[in-house]
């Protein structure tokens, strides 16, 4: 058996279903158990081994059968397809496509798993000045080079305790799009505290996109997220939330949770969120380091097992008319991300970069704060040139641990961030968070093919489907 061809594949077993992944190609194949066992010895250049291996289990002439099956499958790169080059691009100086602009070092939660210190980022509590924001909107049209379209996002912190700043950039982005032609998409994440009418109209107004962050469950959250004051906030935010949605006819948000060690039964949460009336759904496992909240190997089945309910109870939604978007089973098996895309990933700290308050550049929002990957600031530019570099070619390919992982071109590597966090270096990732990535990826592989074949209305062939 040819170990090297075997690496080009991927084979699990997910709510009943039988999955087979080609992994350069992306390709995802529903098949049967035969199918499925024939896999295991495989190469595609080992038909009598294979029919040698199985003949006791099944019928010699239904093996091959399935075998040509298989060759004609490699024939078209749906199988073993060639390994991905690395594009000449990654050599080459990045353009900057987004910011994310850290608009107040300051917050009017106490999140109890916040990795930004509940906003301070490990200095002070200041917000982010006119001055620093439109320097940062400069920055970006000096750096994004011939591209049109880019993106700003208004993070904290708050972002809504800052809003003059919010409005202000706004207002510039918009004057500054007609001079260049440029064309901005705003985004702002908030806790919903600072929501009010006033608030509401003006981000409707300014089609501002929404990031709504909640727990689920009203004891989840309440736990986790109490004001300043160390008071509840289920609801009250999940009041002006409500509001907010209802107010853009349910577009142009969606609502993003997190699960630590105190909710690993986080399907009840998504549950909740769905059932306050909200449709567009993320729930992020959090990143932390000794802590009674972080997310440990020995938690790994219970987390598994949670996923396994998760995808059941995301597809008896779907079948009973009642379903949601969950950021995370949402892949497009057909059209996926360019190869650029499937290597590097969110291109932090050289295509996004993060905006401090006081104007200083990072890779991402998650190291503000971390100093030794300060890249320079607004006003004078990037002046350690040798990092955007080295997280450009920081790739998927360039990450031992990753090369053979069959997930490497769904998550990238994994986030530079983390791997930094537990390990001091952005190209070693972070084994917790890999592992809990894999599961999803099969929950979201095996959702996309049931989702598949109901369209079919299971005409598919019998041994094997082809999920395009």
């Given at each position: 058996m040819n170990i090297e061809m075997k690496k080009r594949t991927h084979r699990f077993v997910q709510s009943g279903m039988y999955i087979l992944l080609d992994i350069n190609s992306g390709a995802v194949h529903v098949v049967d158990k035969m199918i499925?066992?024939?896999?295991?010895?495989?190469?595609?250049?080992?038909?009598?081994?294979?029919?040698?291996?199985?003949?006791?289990?099944?019928?010699?002439?239904?093996?091959?059968?399935a075998i040509g099956e298989l060759h004609e499958l490699m024939e078209i790169n749906q199988l073993f397809a060639p390994d991905i080059s690395v594009p000449p691009t990654f050599k080459s100086k990045g353009l900057v496509k987004s910011l994310c602009f850290m608009t107040a070092h300051d917050c009017n939660m106490r999140c109890k798993y916040c990795f930004g210190d509940t906003g301070e980022y490990g200095g002070e509590r200041q917000l982010m000045s006119k001055e620093v924001?439109?320097?940062?909107?400069?920055?970006?049209?000096?750096?994004?080079?011939?591209?049109?379209?880019?993106?700003?996002?208004?993070?904290?912190?708050?972002?809504?305790?800052?809003?003059?700043?919010?409005?202000?950039?706004?207002?510039?982005?918009?004057k500054r799009e007609k001079e260049t032609g440029k064309i901005f998409k705003l985004t702002l994440t908030t806790n919903g505290l600072a929501l009010n009418d006033a608030n509401i109209k003006?981000?409707?107004?300014?089609?501002?996109?929404?990031?709504?962050?909640?727990?689920?469950?009203?004891?989840?959250?309440?736990?986790?997220?109490?004001?300043?004051?160390?008071?509840?906030?289920?609801?009250?935010?999940?009041?002006?939330?409500?509001k907010c949605v209802d107010s853009r006819n349910g577009e142009n948000y969606y609502m993003r949770g997190t699960y630590t060690a105190d909710n690993l039964d986080f399907t009840k949460d998504v549950e909740a969120m769905a059932d306050a009336g909200f449709d567009i759904l993320s729930m992020e496992p959090v990143v932390l380091k000794d802590s009674p909240y972080a997310l440990t190997e020995d938690k790994l089945p219970e987390i598994f097992a949670?996923?396994?309910?998760?995808?059941?109870?995301?597809?008896?939604?779907?079948?009973?008319?009642?379903?949601?978007?969950?950021?995370h089973f949402n892949m497009d098996l057909s059209n996926g991300p360019c190869v650029a895309k499937r290597l590097a990933g969110c291109g932090a700290g050289h295509e996004y970069y993060a905006v401090a308050a006081n104007g200083d550049l990072y890779p991402c929002h998650q190291f503000v704060g971390r100093d030794r990957y300060k890249l320079g600031d607004v006003f004078k530019?990037?002046?350690?040139?040798?990092?955007?570099?080295?997280?450009?070619?920081?790739?998927?390919?360039?990450?031992?641990?990753?090369?053979?992982?069959?997930?490497?071109?769904?998550?990238?590597?994994?986030?530079?961030?983390?791997?930094?966090?537990?390990?001091?270096?952005?190209?070693?990732?972070?084994?917790?968070?890999?592992?809990?990535q894999k599961k999803r990826l099969e929950c979201a592989l095996a959702v996309q093919a049931a989702l598949n074949l109901e369209q079919a209305e299971h005409k598919a062939p019998d041994f094997i489907s082809c999920l395009e």
């Amino acid at each position: 058996m040819n170990i090297e061809m075997k690496k080009r594949t991927h084979r699990f077993v997910q709510s009943g279903m039988y999955i087979l992944l080609d992994i350069n190609s992306g390709a995802v194949h529903v098949v049967d158990k035969m199918i499925y066992d024939i896999m295991e010895y495989f190469d595609g250049s080992n038909d009598s081994e294979v029919i040698a291996a199985l003949k006791d289990s099944y019928i010699e002439q239904e093996l091959s059968e399935a075998i040509g099956e298989l060759h004609e499958l490699m024939e078209i790169n749906q199988l073993f397809a060639p390994d991905i080059s690395v594009p000449p691009t990654f050599k080459s100086k990045g353009l900057v496509k987004s910011l994310c602009f850290m608009t107040a070092h300051d917050c009017n939660m106490r999140c109890k798993y916040c990795f930004g210190d509940t906003g301070e980022y490990g200095g002070e509590r200041q917000l982010m000045s006119k001055e620093v924001g439109r320097a940062a909107v400069e920055f970006i049209i000096n750096n994004s080079g011939q591209r049109k379209h880019c993106e700003i996002d208004f993070f904290g912190g708050e972002p809504l305790i800052n809003m003059p700043l919010v409005k202000d950039v706004t207002e510039y982005v918009r004057k500054r799009e007609k001079e260049t032609g440029k064309i901005f998409k705003l985004t702002l994440t908030t806790n919903g505290l600072a929501l009010n009418d006033a608030n509401i109209k003006w981000l409707n107004d300014n089609n501002i996109s929404l990031v709504l962050s909640t727990d689920g469950r009203k004891e989840t959250h309440d736990n986790m997220r109490p004001d300043a004051g160390g008071n509840p906030t289920y609801d009250r935010i999940m009041a002006n939330f409500r509001k907010c949605v209802d107010s853009r006819n349910g577009e142009n948000y969606y609502m993003r949770g997190t699960y630590t060690a105190d909710n690993l039964d986080f399907t009840k949460d998504v549950e909740a969120m769905a059932d306050a009336g909200f449709d567009i759904l993320s729930m992020e496992p959090v990143v932390l380091k000794d802590s009674p909240y972080a997310l440990t190997e020995d938690k790994l089945p219970e987390i598994f097992a949670e996923y396994d309910r998760l995808t059941d109870f995301y597809m008896k939604r779907h079948r009973e008319g009642k379903g949601f978007f969950f950021f995370h089973f949402n892949m497009d098996l057909s059209n996926g991300p360019c190869v650029a895309k499937r290597l590097a990933g969110c291109g932090a700290g050289h295509e996004y970069y993060a905006v401090a308050a006081n104007g200083d550049l990072y890779p991402c929002h998650q190291f503000v704060g971390r100093d030794r990957y300060k890249l320079g600031d607004v006003f004078k530019g990037v002046e350690n040139e040798e990092l955007p570099q080295y997280f450009r070619e920081s790739h998927v390919l360039n990450k031992e641990k990753c090369r053979d992982c069959w997930a490497k071109f769904f998550c990238s590597g994994g986030c530079h961030a983390n791997a930094d966090l537990f390990n001091n270096d952005i190209r070693i990732p972070y084994d917790v968070g890999c592992e809990i990535q894999k599961k999803r990826l099969e929950c979201a592989l095996a959702v996309q093919a049931a989702l598949n074949l109901e369209q079919a209305e299971h005409k598919a062939p019998d041994f094997i489907s082809c999920l395009e």
